[in-house]
């Protein structure tokens, strides 16, 4: 069972910066989750919420700033006792990085309560410049995203992300559109659910996995990859097995 880092390692790291993404690295996860939004001049950008407020110094909509503008803010407020300040990275440098790392790249399309305009084809664009076809998922709770990116690459991997209440039938509906992974919180997770993804050939990734108990329980159904703010104490307890 993989183990990706939510937002990076989030629960010890600023979420979506780079600290968070090289211990990531360095503790041996498979794969990093982010988020990506549209600057106000159309560059994209690793933030989770699509406001500043709640993790930065900052206030407002990211979608009316520029990127050098972001670049001012602080993505380390809320840790500012262990790093002063941290910029909001943009997807462009987080994936120079990850070329040279074998992380696949979940990448959340944020285009569920901004509309971006072309967010999917600019953040496909980035992922093909640094060759990191191979080595990344895009998922969004909005589903238009995931189609837009199938439609221009077929062979891009992604996964329909859904809120707690879960989805019946995910397996037939993902195999009907195309998608190759179901990303269901583990409130809504069940042997069902995991058995009818299998019999449609979808993929199973859990979000977002914080305890013992989620993580023993997702590798009994056969979930293919956990998404967890702890990474590290996910990875130490598989081992361990």
């Not at 982010?34 to 900052?58: F, P």
């Not at 009316?64 to 840790?79: G, I, M, V």
């Not at 990303?183 to 199973?204: D, K, L, T, W």
Request: glycine share 8%; aromatic share 8%; hydrophobic share 40%.
């Amino acid at each position: 069972m993989r183990v990706f880092a939510h937002r990076g390692c989030s629960g010890e790291y600023p979420e979506n910066t780079m600290p968070a993404f090289r211990k990531a690295r360095d503790a041996g996860c498979h794969g990093i989750e982010l988020d990506v939004h549209l600057t106000r001049d159309g560059e994209v950008v690793i933030i989770h919420d699509e406001t500043l407020d709640r993790v930065t110094d900052g206030t407002g909509r990211v979608r009316d700033y520029s990127l050098a503008e972001l670049k001012k803010f602080n993505a380390a407020a809320l840790h500012r006792d262990t790093i002063a300040f941290e910029p909001i990275p943009s997807f462009a440098e987080y994936c120079a990085w990850a070329a040279a790392t074998d992380l696949v790249t979940n990448v959340e399309i944020k285009s569920n309560l901004v509309y971006y305009p072309g967010l999917e084809e600019k953040a496909l664009n980035l992922v093909r410049k640094h060759g990191l076809e191979k080595k990344v998922i895009f998922s969004s709770f909005n589903h238009g995203s995931l189609t837009i990116l199938k439609k221009l690459d077929p062979s891009v991997p992604c996964g329909a992300l859904v809120p707690e209440r879960g989805l019946v039938n995910a397996g037939l509906y993902c195999a009907t559109m195309g998608f190759d992974y179901y990303h269901p919180a583990f409130s809504s997770i069940g042997p069902e659910a995991v058995e009818e993804c299998r019999r449609h050939g979808v993929g199973v990734n859990v979000w977002t996995i914080n305890t013992l108990q989620a993580l023993k329980r997702c590798r009994l159904l056969g979930c293919d990859s956990v998404i967890s703010d702890f990474p590290d104490v996910c990875l130490a307890y598989l081992r361990g097995l």
